[in-house]
């Protein structure tokens, strides 16, 4: 697991492992990540599909809960496919707009 670090954003980025092994590393290192906002990358991945992304729903309740962004960036799986309490966008540029609109929602109390 890698770790890439902008200003107050993490890009986590995976080795060549399985998505069970992938979950449970991101698990044992979630509080190095826990007060950043947080981008997953899954370009890697080479079929994803939306019950894969589910499996990244306890993660992203519990960091958006503590005021954080938490997006998952595939162009495997359609945002329109999975439930709103998961953020997924197809490019890596999109999910720092994400992140930057709920920033300035967070600073604006909405």
């Known amino acids: 697991m890698i770790f890439d670090r902008e200003g107050n954003t993490i890009v986590v980025h995976q080795e ?21 906002n947080v981008i997953i990358n899954l370009f890697s991945f080479s079929d994803l599909s939306s019950g894969d992304i589910l499996e990244f729903l306890d993660f992203s309740n519990r960091h958006r809960a503590s005021k954080k962004s938490f997006v998952l960036v595939t162009d495997k799986v359609s945002f329109d496919q999975v439930p709103d309490e998961i953020c997924v966008v197809p490019t890596l540029r999109e999910a720092y707009d994400i992140i930057e609109m709920e920033e300035i929602e967070r600073d604006l109390d909405f």
């Not at 060549?16 to 950043?36: A, M």
């Open 16 to 36: 060549n492992i399985s998505l069970k092994q992938f979950l449970e590393n991101l698990n044992s290192s979630y509080q190095e990540i826990k007060n950043n």
